[in-house]
């Protein structure tokens, strides 16, 4: 079992920054791979990005590639996202999700955080 909560979440205008966290607050893994999606209103949820556990393997969403960068502290069990330039068109809740050492978590996340929502004013 595995317990994630985001935090982070705010309203920004377009072009500015914005850094979301996930704790994981209870695993039972010594490992887990983790990554974040969003979701806008009206569309189905999507993957932004994931990071395995040692780092190693890194994946980025074309549409954020450039501008937002995962990254995680395993000893402080928290997954970052770093979220630059933003774009009106990244207003939407934003998940964190992780899963077992032997799926990808961009293909098969097992866990879900409950979200944050990030919005972006033009």
């Known amino acids: 079992q595995v317990q994630l909560v985001e935090s982070g979440g705010g309203l920004v205008q377009a072009g500015d920054s914005l850094t979301l966290s996930c704790a994981i607050t209870?695993?039972?893994?010594?490992?887990?791979?983790v990554g974040w999606f969003r979701q806008a209103p009206g569309k189905a949820r999507e993957f932004v990005a994931a990071?395995?556990?040692?780092?190693?393997?890194?994946d980025y969403a074309d549409s954020v590639k450039g501008r937002f960068t995962i990254s995680r502290d395993n000893a402080k069990k928290m997954v970052y996202l770093q979220m630059n330039s933003l774009k009106p068109e990244d207003t939407a809740v934003y998940y964190c999700a992780a899963a077992s050492p032997s799926r990808r978590v961009q293909n098969t996340p097992d866990y879900w955080g409950p979200g944050t929502q990030v919005s972006v004013s033009s």
């Open positions: 990071i395995t556990w040692g780092s190693s393997s890194i």
């Open positions: 209870r695993s039972t893994f010594s490992s887990i791979n």
